[in-house]
């Protein structure tokens, strides 16, 4: 089977790793991919965003099956262009179409999903450009912190929260003025804020059944002791010490049955992952948000954890035949901590050559985010360069492992958080 990875960062990277162990496997090809995933595929130098691009890539290389990681092209329709198109007529995409993607592409979306079906999340109010007046009087009836979300895609970077109501205020105007996220902002919700612990959940479903992948706690904040601005994620945990069985079997009734029951009541067809970022508030979980693909860097911790071949599972999701699927997980610990660049997430710079070691310890893994080749070298290319992994039997092993790696790894410019992990000990 061919397959053909869409992606260029840490989550690609580990799951073209994943795939590339399969038995069913012929070809894969990762595009754009990075200098990682160079060595486990061939990389295309393809436009994603050119749904046509994609398309003619695919009757050339004789793709069998088309893997989308990041969420921009799931939104943008892609999976609609690639299976309404006529030209691909057995072709097996794991992502959701736009319809199902709107659960992460559209917060009001999501939002006005999980009132319908009875998810546990926070109040909230929705509104528009033409609703600025009826916005800043909803503040009124919330009790700071005040949690100010642009509807749409805004790479992570359109939640605001704050306990100042003239700051709150302020924000509003400008998001919904678009001066703040652009066309990401022409919609806001406001939330109540939820004090708790965070942690996520990750699922494939083929829009009847579903299976469970492993859990994950991931580290949003630039700095140690999660201070400064957010990132794309610093490093992450897998499993979850505190996700202990009441809960985990609370977010599985109250959320994860409900989820997918909700896509089918609502005759929208979905066919991929179901990230589910969860809040555990006392000990009941809430849903902050869904995305329609797995996290990054949690991709990191879960791909090394999954026993089973990875192209079986999706082929039985295309088929329709998940709930006929057994997926074994490995019980260790996986972790990872995350390699950036000087200045990020403000302004960095490329190309700074990475210097690996030839060999790396035994269950120690290393996973391109930001990387490109340059003249046979790797060399940096993004504000989050590698994801250093390990497994082991236990959290604090596998993050002795993690920092091992990350600390013999050097390039001009390297930092990570030291501190990742240490709330789970």
Known sequence: MNVLLIGSGGREHAMAW??????????????????????????????????????????????????????????????????????????????????????????????AFMRRHNIPTA?????????????????DTMKPPYVLKADGLAAGKGVIITEDLEEAQRVIRNMLSGESFGSAGERVVIEEFMDGIECSMFAVSDGKAYHLLPSAKDYKRIG????????????????????????????????????????????????????????KVGGDPYVVEYNCRLGDPETEVIMPRIQSDLLHLFENMGAGLLSEYHLQIDPRTCSTVMLVSEGYPGAYKKGKTISVPERLEKDALLFHAGTSTSRGNAVTNGGRVLACSAMAANPENALKKSYALADSISFDGKHCRRDIGQDLL
């Open 18 to 111: 994943k795939l590339a162990q399969s038995s069913f496997l012929t070809q894969l090809f990762v595009a754009p991919g990075n200098a990682g995933t160079a060595q486990v595929a061939t990389n295309l130098k393809l436009d994603v965003t050119n749904h046509d691009a994609v398309s003619r890539s695919i009757k050339k290389h004789g793709i069998n099956m088309v893997v989308v990681g990041p969420e921009a092209p799931l939104v943008d329709g892609l999976v609609d262009h690639l299976l309404d198109c006529g030209k691909h007529p057995e072709l097996v995409v794991v992502g959701p179409r736009k319809e199902g993607a709107q659960l992460e592409g559209s917060k009001a979306f999501a939002k």
């Open 123 to 139: 109040g909230y109010g929705s509104f528009d450009g033409t609703q600025v007046d009826e916005a800043i009087a909803f503040l």
């Open 224 to 279: 140690e002791g999660d201070t400064g601005p957010n990132t794309g994620g610093m490093g992450a945990v897998s499993p979850v010490p505190f996700m202990d069985a009441e809960f985990h079997e609370k977010a599985i009734n109250q959320i994860i049955i409900p989820t997918v029951k909700g896509l089918a009541a609502d005759g929208i067809p979905y066919n991929g992952f179901l990230f589910f970022g969860l809040m």
